[in-house]
């Protein structure tokens, strides 16, 4: 007898999902069974905890495209996959849940982890049905694939135990109520009238100084994008989503924008007179032009997040590479590049800026410097993750990303923990790519050190051994210190700041992965060829001082007045933090002199 559960995964092998992560659980004991009896395909990654594995099928959907697929008990462990799953809502990434339930005989009477899920999963889900008969399966499945790719999110499907182990009915009876649906998804061609891309090319062909954001939206379209910035003589810069969509190398990429962002994309965002966003919806308007400052255009594939950010004069709701292409053939190519020589001059300050930065001294070490030694060591086609942390300013500031590589986060929701399993996830979907995560040690006690052990599983599989978990040692909760001082005007706080010191690289080498520590900068680069060139996943602990400020490219006076307010109220590390931020804030000036003296820079 073919059993629902058995049903449903041969469906969801048909749409492509042949890796499903999941904890188990006796509310799921019918697939349990069912991936016994599968042989593999779909194949069960089993993490240390729910919330893991939906973070991995976020990942997943994040590296590959592809849907994601996690899998958890009734209870307690479908509750644990909600962090996760907010990853994949808040990102836009098709992911489908497969949540077990109590039978339907007990529903109702308060029974032993009965939970409404349905209810619970409601906001997170752009879909969310219980199967209540074994016919409805193929329909629940099928819809749940449709809507997560067309919709871009998360669908849930709620089986109930003893519908899990009835025989399955693949085609149901032919009776009023019944439908019967299939297995097939193609994206779309998206593209706007062309009444509106006139009106966006005379927009842009009209601007002297065009400003460029690019998002994960145009991670598709990275040569499409060269050609318009070429064309417009533009300065791009990119969210924390977009990292990968162009290359750090290019000299008119000004990398990062925001709190963690450039100086350079600071520049082009308060010098432009036209601004083009093309698939991001980067929440903070702050780091934007003044709001009657530019006209701009917008390229997105849902209309409802067209102009939510900035006011619009052209909006293009379509496939940003479609939408592109389309556009491209109207754009002219401005004869003046005095913009784009002056954006690619604050480009190459920029750089000198984090060079300068990285190597000032610190105790033990700077955390810049852990970055800035990685970057020119970034093995080809290598996939990066990053956690929510201060490290996170390093990984988008320093890291310079070339063609093939991959880079992601939680951007969104920005939550602290998905850094370790996405790498993890990286290296399932890539297995013959280098993986590299910056992980701070407080997410790494929360949930990394734990996802080591699922490391520990299945590492021997992977053809590729690269897989480096750098952690930052500070001992602090060392973004939310910094917010603290900037945002609320408070002193760093030990009681709710200070983590214990933890021996990271060495639990490592109690699971039989590599571990390394290293407490001097003189190592740090010969560290990372230990690390890259291990035989096994490594863990990279790197003993970094808290008191190294990751400065924004511009101090908004409300900022500075609140960090100013906090050292007086007597801030344990004051003269560290006052000291050091001193230094670092320095190098803007001191290299925007030199190029202002004779025989500096040739701008």
């Known amino acids: 007898m073919v059993k629902v559960a058995d049903y ?45 594995g939906a973070f991995m099928a976020t990942a997943h959907a994040k590296f590959t495209g592809n849907i994601g697929c996690c899998m958890a008990t009734s209870g307690g462990g479908a509750i644990h996959l909600l962090n996760g799953l907010y990853d994949a809502k808040l990102d836009h990434q098709p992911v489908v849940a497969i949540v077990g339930q109590q039978k339907r005989i007990s529903l109702g009477a308060a029974y032993q982890q009965e939970i409404d899920p349905a209810l619970l999963f409601r906001d997170v889900s752009e879909f969310v049905e219980t199967c209540m008969h074994p016919a409805q399966a193929r329909q629940l499945i099928d819809r749940a694939c449709k809507v997560a790719l067309s919709r871009r999110g998360v669908a849930t499907i709620i089986f109930p135990e003893d519908v899990q182990e009835e025989q399955a009915q693949p085609s149901p009876p032919r009776m009023h109520g019944a439908v019967y649906t299939s297995v097939g998804y193609v994206k779309p061609r998206v593209l706007p009238p062309d009444a509106e891309l006139r009106k966006a090319a005379e927009i842009l062909n009209e601007g002297r100084r065009v400003a460029m954001l690019v998002g994960q939206g145009a991670a598709e379209a990275t040569d499409q994008v ?30 990062p924008i925001g709190l963690l962002g450039s100086t350079a994309s600071y520049e082009l965002m308060m010098g432009a007179d036209t601004l083009f966003m093309i698939g991001t919806s980067f929440p903070y308007a702050e780091w934007l032009p003044e709001e009657d ?28 590479k479609e939408t592109l292409k389309s556009l491209i053939p109207l754009l002219k190519r401005k004869e003046d590049r005095s913009w784009r020589e ?23 070490i700077n955390p810049e410097l852990v970055a800035h030694e990685l970057s020119p060591r970034l093995p080809d086609k290598v996939i990066l993750t990053a956690d929510s942390g201060s490290g996170t300013n390093w990984w988008a500031r320093h890291l310079k990303l070339r063609r093939g590589m991959q880079a992601s986060l939680s951007g969104t929701l920005a939550t602290m923990g998905p850094g370790t399993p996405y790498a993890i996830s990286a290296k399932f979907s890539y297995p013959h790519r280098p993986v590299i995560a910056f992980v701070g040690d407080g997410a790494f006690q929360m949930n990394g050190m734990a996802e080591l052990i699922t490391v520990k599983r299945y590492w021997e599989r992977w ?26 005007g408070d002193p760093k706080f030990p009681g709710t700041q200070w983590i214990p010191d933890v021996p990271y690289a060495e639990f490592a080498k109690l699971l039989g992965l590599a571990g390394i520590k290293v407490d001097d900068p003189k190592q740090v680069g010969a560290a990372w060829d230990e690390a890259l060139d291990a035989d096994r996943p490594c863990v990279l602990e790197v003993v970094v001082d808290p008191e190294i400020p990751p400065i924004p490219p511009h101090i908004k006076k409300e900022l500075g007045k609140k960090a100013a307010t906090a050292m007086l109220k007597g801030d344990p590390e004051e003269m560290g933090v006052i000291t050091k931020g001193v230094r670092q804030k320095m190098h803007e000036f001191t290299e925007s002199i030199k190029t202002k003296l004779p025989g500096g820079d040739d701008r």
């Open 342 to 364: 002056k954006i690619e001059g604050e480009v190459r300050e920029w750089w000198r800026v984090l060079d300068d930065r990285a190597h000032e001294p610190a105790d033990p």
């Open 8 to 52: 449903v995964l041969h469906r969801l092998t048909e749409w492509g999902i042949h890796r499903i992560f999941g904890y188990p659980g006796d509310g799921i004991n019918g697939f349990l069974g069912a991936l016994d009896r599968a042989k593999g395909d779909p194949e069960i990654i089993q993490p240390r905890h729910e919330e893991m």
């Open 293 to 320: 400052q530019c006209k701009a255009v917008e390229i997105d594939i849902d209309g409802a997040m067209i102009g939510v950010r900035y006011p619009i004069q052209a909006t293009l709701i379509g496939d940003s």
């Open 226 to 255: 060269i050609e318009a910035a070429e064309l417009l003589g533009a300065g791009v810069a990119k969210a924390l989503l977009g990292r990968q969509v162009l290359p750090d190398d290019l000299p008119y990429v000004t990398g």
């Open 463 to 488: 053809q590729n051994r690269t897989l480096v978990f750098c952690v930052f040692n500070n001992q602090d909760l060392n973004q939310v210190t910094w917010e603290q001082r900037a945002e609320s």
